[in-house]
């Protein structure tokens, strides 16, 4: 059985920093091979190259600038994630994108989020999205200034309604704990529509533990807890959907 791939989590996050031993410990014995440990300004995408230089070809790491962030980052910052991106050999750029369930500046955050458009593609490297309520918006911005570009919809929650319109664009869907709370039907019923071809599996670590670690810190091992929940929904057995989700993460990311 192919080792699962944990797409997207956050390795530098004090809860979790210092215990990559024990974690990739754990990963082994839960069957996950991989890990993308994500950055999100330009402390977190150091910490994460750092990460990934320990363990090469077991850990990886992106570039990113976070849009709840948009207000903070100066010219300073910024042209330090584009150094960070150019130097340390990310696999992607993210976690980049739009969120207007905090106070951050749309207008800052969209400004923001096309430099980060621009910087991968001057690098030929995917995005890594982050969409918390403003479905309607990155996708008008993606398909405006993204187009032809490898795109992934992190922790995907637009729905079905959405499911289409990303598809057509050529996104790949990334499922994290949601789909296995019980209140997490409308993501059961989105995984129902994406095509097993454009899908991957996350934990989004630390945050958002699948049942039965829900209201725990998360980590990657329990990204096996999501796979087992979409193998369910898309009725197929738990080792095809590792299989075909793993082949998924590294045709997109290049690894």
């Known amino acids: 059985m192919a ?3 944990d797409t997207h989590c956050h390795l530098d996050d004090e809860r979790l920093v210092g215990e990559e031993k024990d974690i990739l410990q754990r990963c082994r014995e839960a069957g996950v091979g991989i890990c993308v440990t994500i950055g999100t300004d330009e402390i977190t995408s150091k910490a994460a190259a750092v990460l990934a230089s320990r363990h090469p070809g077991i850990i990886y790491h992106t570039v990113g600038a976070h849009p709840n962030d948009a207000d903070r980052f100066t010219e300073v910052e910024l042209s ?3 150094g960070l991106a150019r130097e340390t050999r990310p696999i992607a750029i993210g976690e980049v ?9 749309r207008v800052k955050q969209k400004v923001l989020f096309a430099r980060m458009i621009r910087l991968a593609h001057q690098i030929s490297l995917p995005l890594v999205i982050h969409d918390r309520d403003a479905h309607e918006d990155i996708y008008q911005q993606l398909k405006m200034e993204a187009s032809g570009m490898k795109i992934l919809m992190h922790c995907y929650s637009a729905g079905t309604a959405f499911v289409e319109r990303f598809l057509d664009m050529g996104c790949y869907f990334s499922v994290a704990g949601p789909v296995t709370f019980k209140n997490g039907q409308d993501v059961r019923d989105a995984v129902k ?4 071809d454009r899908i991957v599996v996350e934990t989004d670590a630390p945050y958002l533990a699948p049942h039965p670690n829900r209201g725990k810190r998360n980590e990657p091992s329990f990204v096996k807890f999501t796979a087992e929940k979409v193998a369910e929904v898309k009725g197929i057995p738990f080792s095809e959907l590792a299989e075909v989700t793993t082949n998924n993460a590294k045709k997109f990311f290049g690894i």
């Open 97 to 105: 994108g739009l969120d207007y369930f905090h106070s951050a500046d």
């Open 193 to 196: 529509l994406i095509p097993l």
């Open 3 to 5: 080792g699962l791939i």
């Open 80 to 82: 330090e994630i584009e």
